[in-house]
């Protein structure tokens, strides 16, 4: 994967993340979530704080991966059921993460509803319906800042006014001129939508959606 953000790179990472039985496999998740650093970090240091809680969020699930338990953690469903068989998800005293309270459930919870707060925001800037900053706020009032106290909705508040206009932010995807732009980003909302759909009703089904 090449050091500069590209659009396609994450749509194509999280396509692959989906098997054909509809699993979400959690190595290619994390591959199209730091393909979405990549574009934060280049946005500037307003969006420091919120690339730093990504990458650690990643960090986490790698290490999981990574871990003597990592095969449980080939796919999304296979670590909910790891997680809750052993008593994990409520975050318990965690060997493999070496992060005491920290489950992978409950970290990809954290990138779960960010990944709500992207579908609605690219959805928004696909179909030209306001500037970029109007966008990511409507976006974001409507999704993750709910689960975020007044300090962080404050703090995202003042970064998503330093998002750029549409067709500096269209070029910024790395994905051609901004109409050809438009046309994959159009392609990318339904795959993060499937991602999230899957997601959503494993989480709901084993009643993990309000994970602390
Ligand atoms: C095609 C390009 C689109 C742009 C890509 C940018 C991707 C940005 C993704 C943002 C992900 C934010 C994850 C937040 C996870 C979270 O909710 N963490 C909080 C709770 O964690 P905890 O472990 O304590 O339970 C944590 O407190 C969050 C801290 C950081 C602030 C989060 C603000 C979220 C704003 C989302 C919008 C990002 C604006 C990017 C502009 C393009």
Same mark, same amino acid.
């Given at each position: 994967m090449?050091e500069?953000?590209?659009?396609?790179?994450v749509? &194509?990472?999280?396509?692959?993340?989906?098997?054909d039985? +509809?699993?979400?496999? #959690?190595?290619?998740?994390?591959?199209?979530?730091?393909?979405?650093? +990549?574009?934060?970090?280049?946005?500037g240091?307003?969006?420091?704080?919120?690339? +730093?809680?990504?990458?650690?969020?990643?960090?986490?699930?790698?290490?999981?991966?990574?871990?003597?338990e990592?095969?449980?953690?080939?796919?999304?469903?296979?670590?909910?059921?790891?997680?809750?068989?052993? @008593?994990?998800?409520?975050?318990?005293?965690?060997?493999?993460?070496?992060?005491?309270?920290?489950?992978?459930?409950?970290?990809l919870?954290?990138?779960?509803? $960010?990944?709500?707060?992207?579908?609605?925001?690219?959805?928004?800037?696909?179909?030209?319906?306001?500037?970029?900053?109007?966008?990511?706020?409507?976006?974001?009032?409507?999704?993750?800042?709910?689960?975020?106290?007044?300090?962080?909705?404050?703090?995202? @508040?003042?970064?998503?006014?330093?998002?750029?206009?549409? &067709?500096?932010?269209?070029?910024?995807?790395? $994905?051609?001129?901004?109409?050809? $732009?438009?046309?994959?980003?159009?392609?990318?909302?339904?795959?993060?939508?499937?991602?999230?759909?899957?997601?959503?009703?494993?989480?709901s +089904?084993?009643?993990? #959606?309000?994970l602390?």
């Amino acid at each position: 994967m090449s050091e500069e953000f590209s659009l396609q790179e994450v749509i &194509d990472s999280f396509r692959l993340s989906l098997s054909d039985s +509809k699993e979400i496999f #959690l190595d290619q998740y994390v591959e199209g979530w730091r393909g979405l650093v +990549k574009l934060l970090n280049s946005l500037g240091s307003v969006f420091g704080f919120i690339s +730093k809680d990504v990458v650690n969020k990643l960090s986490i699930l790698v290490s999981l991966r990574g871990g003597p338990e990592g095969a449980h953690y080939l796919s999304l469903q296979s670590m909910v059921q790891y997680e809750l068989q052993s @008593g994990l998800v409520e975050g318990g005293d965690n060997p493999v993460s070496g992060t005491r309270g920290v489950s992978g459930c409950r970290t990809l919870l954290r990138l779960h509803r $960010a990944l709500r707060w992207l579908q609605l925001f690219l959805g928004g800037v696909s179909r030209d319906e306001g500037t970029p900053p109007t966008l990511c706020s409507l976006a974001y009032s409507q999704s993750l800042s709910q689960h975020h106290p007044w300090v962080i909705r404050s703090a995202a @508040g003042l970064a998503f006014r330093m998002l750029p206009p549409r &067709d500096p932010f269209l070029r910024m995807l790395n $994905a051609g001129e901004p109409p050809q $732009a438009v046309e994959v980003l159009g392609g990318a909302v339904p795959v993060l939508g499937e991602v999230y759909t899957i997601t959503e009703e494993l989480y709901s +089904k084993h009643d993990l #959606l309000n994970l602390p």
